[in-house]
């Protein structure tokens, strides 16, 4: 019994490059290495000019026609240990900036923000780890609940979960005729 309304959502310590070792005998589908890749924030391809609101039985897509496209890569996700934005902590997280709340009217309770934080969206955290591997197409469910704070303190609802659907990448084939 909860209503959630999303802003945004961005997906943090995502590699921006990596170094791709052409296929050979010992490795026959190449390999990608990321590891020395600087990490970089990734914003959710939503339309920055709508708010998305969910209720808690229907499903809304929030991204369909803005697809975030990525390099192969492991995904370590972030422990809860330090500050999630702490510049030292190298791990993958969701940062969701939403309010979450649940009654109506003069009953109310707000779980994002949380009860006497300013604003009118506050953010929760997510852990999240992934392996995204080449020709892959990855489709992710968010399953609402409160997540965490920055500091990874839960929220007073069961965290946000998420669930993926993997499928191949469909290859489309374009007739492209030049012209003069």
Known sequence: NIHVQIKGIKLWNV???????FPSEENPLGS???????????TVGMDQES????????????????PLLVIPCTLEKWERTTSATDPDQPNAFLQIECKIWKGSGDDVHSFVPQEGESGEYGYTYVPFGATWEPGKRYVYTLVFGGGYTVDGEGIDIVPITFEANVDAWETQSVDVTASN
Do not use: C, R
């Open 15 to 21: 590699p921006s490059f990596g170094t791709f070792s």
């Open 32 to 42: 990608w290495d990321s590891s020395q890749a600087l990490k970089v924030t990734y």
């Open 51 to 66: 708010v998305m609101v969910a209720t808690s039985d229907v499903a809304t897509n929030i991204s369909e026609n803005k």
